[in-house]
C-alpha cells in the first residue's frame, strides 16, 4: 500500500513501509561487519597457540640424565611430554583402591584412567602426573605411581 503526501507545494513523493531510519541501521551494520570481523579474529589469536607449552623456561631439565627416559613416556592417551610438564605428587595427594587409582590436584580428587597409567617401572621413584586443563575441565594425560613410601 502506499501513500501519497503533498506537502504544501512541494512536490509529491511516494512513503512506504521501509523509513529512512530502518535504511541508515543497515547500512551502519555492513559498515562495521568487516572491522567487527577483523577484531575478533585478531583477539581469538592467543588461543590458537599451542595448549601444551613446555614448562622449561630457564632449561633446567635439558642435561637431566633423566631427560630421554622422560620424553619416551607415554601412556595409552599418548606421548607425556617431559618432567617439565609433569607434576610431582605427594603421597598424601593420591591413593589406589580396589585396583584404581586417584589423585590430587588442587585440592579436588581426579579418578585416573586406566588408559592413563604408565606400567613401565618408575625410574625416578616419586609419583608424577600429567594433567591438562582444557575447555571441558581437567583431564589426566598421564598417571606414574611411585612408591608410597
Known sequence: MT??????????????????RETTARHLVGRWREPLIIGSVLLMLPLASAPGAVRDPDGRYANSPLKQWFDSLKSGRGPCCSDADGSAVSD??????????????????????????????????????????????????????????
Not at 501519497?4 to 512541494?10: A, E, Q
Not at 589423585?103 to 618408575?122: L, Q, S
Not at 609419583?127 to 613410601?149: D, K
Open 3 to 20: 501513500n501519497w503526501i503533498n506537502s504544501g507545494g512541494h512536490v509529491a513523493r511516494r512513503h512506504t513501509e521501509k523509513n529512512f
Open 92 to 149: 598424601v595427594d593420591w591413593e589406589s583402591k580396589g585396583g584404581h587409582y586417584r589423585v590430587r590436584i588442587d585440592g579436588e580428587w581426579y579418578d585416573v584412567p586406566e588408559d592413563a597409567v604408565i606400567t613401565e617401572p618408575n625410574r625416578v621413584g616419586r609419583t608424577m602426573v600429567w594433567p591438562i586443563r582444557g575447555y571441558q575441565g581437567l583431564s589426566i594425560r598421564c598417571f606414574m605411581p611411585g612408591s608410597m613410601t
